[in-house]
C-alpha cells in the first residue's frame, strides 16, 4: 500500500529556534494536512492544504506555523520560534478526495523543544 | 467541534466484546475510526456516511445514526491485537473540511 513519509522520526531543538518538518504525500493525492498529538491526548487538526493554499486552520496554526508544498512531491510544516508547549508528535496525512475519504497518516514526527 | 467519546478507557478480556461510542452536538456528514498503537500513527478502520449505515471490517463494525448525531463501534470477541486508542473523527460537510478527532477511547485486551 502507498505511504505517506515524514522526516526526520524525531527532531530536538532549542526554544526559539526554527524547525521544518518534512512529509511527502501518496503522490496522486491533493489534499494534505497536518495534525499534532500531545503525549497521550488526542489527536488535533493544525492545517489544510489543497491546490497550493491553505483551505483551513485551527486556532492552533497561528503566525508562527506556516506550510508550503515547495515542489510536487514535498510538503512542509514550519514552526518560525519554538515554544515548549510546542513539543508534540507531529502528523502529516493525505487524501486523494475530501468529504468521506479516509485520511492517510505517516509514522510521524516526534518534536521536542528544550 | 470535536467529537465526545465513551468510555475513556476500557479492559476487556480475550473474546469479550466492546463499544465504543461517539456523538457530536452538530450535524454530520461522515465519521471515521481510527486505531492508533501506542508510538504509531493512526490507522484507518472505516468511515460511515450519513444515512445510517452500518459497516463490517472482520469482527469490527460501526453504525451511524445521523438523527442522534452518534457513532458506535462494536468489537466482538475482542483479540490481544485489538489493543490500542480509538478515536473516532468527524467531517460536518462533504466539502473541504478537516476531520475532527475526539479523545480517544483507550483498549486494553488482557489475555
Known amino acids: 500500500e502507498p505511504e505517506v513519509t515524514q522526516t526526520p522520526s524525531h527532531q530536538v531543538t532549542q526554544m526559539g529556534q526554527e524547525v521544518i518538518l518534512r512529509c511527502v504525500p501518496i503522490?496522486?493525492?491533493?489534499?494534505f494536512y497536518w495534525y499534532r498529538q500531545i503525549l497521550g491526548q488526542k489527536v488535533e487538526f493544525l492545517v489544510s492544504f489543497y491546490n497550493n493554499e491553505i483551505s483551513e486552520k485551527s486556532e492552533i496554526f497561528d503566525d508562527q506555523f506556516s506550510v508550503e508544498r515547495p515542489d510536487g512531491s514535498n510538503f512542509t510544516l514550519k514552526i518560525r520560534s519554538t515554544k515548549l508547549e510546542d513539543s508534540a508528535m507531529y502528523f502529516c496525512a493525505s487524501s486523494d478526495w475530501t468529504g468521506g475519504e479516509k485520511l492517510f497518516f505517516g509514522s510521524g514526527t516526534q518534536l521536542s523543544v528544550l | 467541534q470535536q467529537p465526545v467519546q465513551s468510555p475513556q478507557a476500557v479492559i476487556l478480556r480475550e473474546g469479550e466484546d466492546a463499544v465504543i461510542n461517539c456523538s457530536s452536538s452538530k450535524a454530520l456528514y461522515s465519521v471515521h475510526w481510527y486505531r492508533q498503537k501506542h508510538g504509531e500513527a493512526p490507522v484507518f478502520l472505516m468511515i460511515l456516511l450519513k444515512g445510517g449505515e452500518q459497516k463490517g471490517h472482520e469482527k469490527i463494525s460501526a453504525s451511524f445514526n445521523e438523527k442522534k448525531q452518534q457513532s458506535s463501534l462494536y468489537l466482538t470477541a475482542s483479540q490481544l491485537s485489538y489493543s490500542g486508542t480509538y478515536f473516532c473523527?468527524?467531517?460536518?460537510?462533504?466539502?473541504?473540511?478537516?476531520?475532527?478527532f475526539g479523545k480517544g477511547t483507550r483498549l486494553s485486551v488482557i489475555a
Open positions: 503522490s496522486n493525492h491533493l489534499y
Open positions: 473523527g468527524t467531517e460536518r460537510h462533504s466539502g473541504n473540511t478537516p476531520l475532527v
